[in-house]
């Protein structure tokens, strides 16, 4: 396994601040005079253009715009049903957005050394999304990629529709439903190019669960955290039976004050097995693995 360090991507167009902030869409009070969300949008206008220097460099003025309405949809909603523990604008921009972000320079890196079709139009799958990290991020950063967000739980779903319905993203899919079904289903069992899952899980578990919605010669990446080695070598079997297996370990210089990351970037070899994802109802796999409910719940720690 080879490890090495990524840097994020290269600067393609800055912006300065004076640019990002006259594109800003202001509402008037006159047809809808709602200042607290205005003053809230401006607070996080702001924590953008603190964070102007590293990985928004290369973001359109729409793509800060959306990644601001994304934030200010997080957190209002956060009021109402169990999101994140985060609710300060600063923090959410460094342990939910940056450190998204964070995490595509080994996805991209991977994806160009092993495939011959171009990385501006690739299906990826966000298993066990939750808020919509990172799925709705890579959205926001990739307007060419087609994004799948997979969340059992009805509630998150909602939000994750109002959330692309109000950023105005037209490369989202939201579904609804359990990564085991799906893997079953044949609208998406081997359909995807890369399968993303940044929760507290263990890598035997993601694996029967990301591995069948990749395709031959596609990627799977485990966002974990500065040292899964253990963790690896204890997924080595599954990720055999589900045709996969270890490409490389990246450490991944993370945006947050939280902690190094490490991307587990696993090659699809060979077509998974029928059988699998197994069916959690049967007590084999009840008594090994989480359901994918678990896995959001899971991910609400891990990403709070």
Known sequence: MLAWRCKPPAAL????????VEHFPFIKPKAFPLYRIKSKSLTTAAAIRNHNSSCFD??????????????????????KMNLTAVTDVDEVMERHIKDSLAMLPPIQDSYISRSNSSIDSIKLVDVGTGAGLPGLVFAIAC???????????????????HAVSVTGLSNVEVVRGRAENLGQNVTFREKFDVAVARAVAEMRILAEYCLPLVRVGGLFIAA???????????????????????LQLCSVESHSPYGQ?????????????RKYPRDPGSSAVAARYLTSEAISAHQTMFIQ
């Open 13 to 20: 167009f800055p912006l300065s601040i004076g640019t990002f």
């Open 58 to 79: 290369s973001f359109s003025c729409r793509q800060k715009q959306q990644i601001r309405l994304y934030v200010d949809t997080l957190l209002q909603w956060n009021q």
């Open 143 to 161: 307007p060419a990629w087609k994004v799948t967000l997979l969340e059992s739980m009805n509630k998150r779903c909602d939000f994750l529709e």
């Open 224 to 246: 974990k955290g500065h040292d899964p080695q253990e963790e690896v070598r204890n997924a080595e079997r599954s990720l055999k039976l589900m045709g996969a297996s270890v």
């Open 261 to 273: 990351r490490t991307a587990i970037i696993c090659s699809k070899d060979h077509p998974t097995p």
